[in-house]
């Protein structure tokens, strides 16, 4: 059974920095590129960033371009997402995807992504 846990999330002030973690089991993880998303109150899942199955590409909404770094260590079956600058806008729960058969591809699509987590609350004060 695949699974993914977020931890990491929590309460920051703006300007503030947290740094999510994604912990996968029940899959090769090294063959699933890998995905955060966020959704925040009365909004639709927004994709946030994602990174291909080596790590070689990554792909960025341009809301955190520069402020938020995706990364993964396949060794440990876990994907990061390392916030910084941190705005209110950000608040939203977390959740990170898996997304098998892309090969050298930072999927953004949510239909690309076939197993999800159950996500974890960020949530940034003025």
């Known amino acids: 059974q695949v699974q993914l846990v977020e931890s990491g999330g929590g309460l920051v002030q703006a300007g503030g920095s947290l740094r999510l973690s994604c912990a996968a089991s029940?899959?090769?993880?090294?063959?699933?590129?890998m995905g955060w998303f966020r959704q925040a109150p009365g909004k639709e899942r927004d994709f946030v960033a994602s990174?291909?199955?080596?790590?070689?590409?990554?792909s960025y909404v341009d809301s955190v371009k520069g402020r938020f770094t995706i990364s993964r260590d396949n060794a440990k079956n876990t994907v990061y997402l390392q916030m910084s600058s941190l705005k209110p806008d950000d608040t939203a729960v977390y959740y990170c995807?898996?997304?098998?058969?892309?090969?050298?591809?930072?999927?953004?699509?949510?239909?690309?992504?076939?197993?999800w987590g159950q996500g974890t609350q960020v949530t940034v004060s003025s």
């Open positions: 995807a898996a997304a098998k058969g892309l090969v050298g591809i930072a999927p953004r699509e949510p239909k690309n992504f076939g197993t």
């Open positions: 990174i291909s199955r080596r790590g070689g590409s990554t």
């Open positions: 029940g899959l090769t993880f090294s063959t699933a590129a």
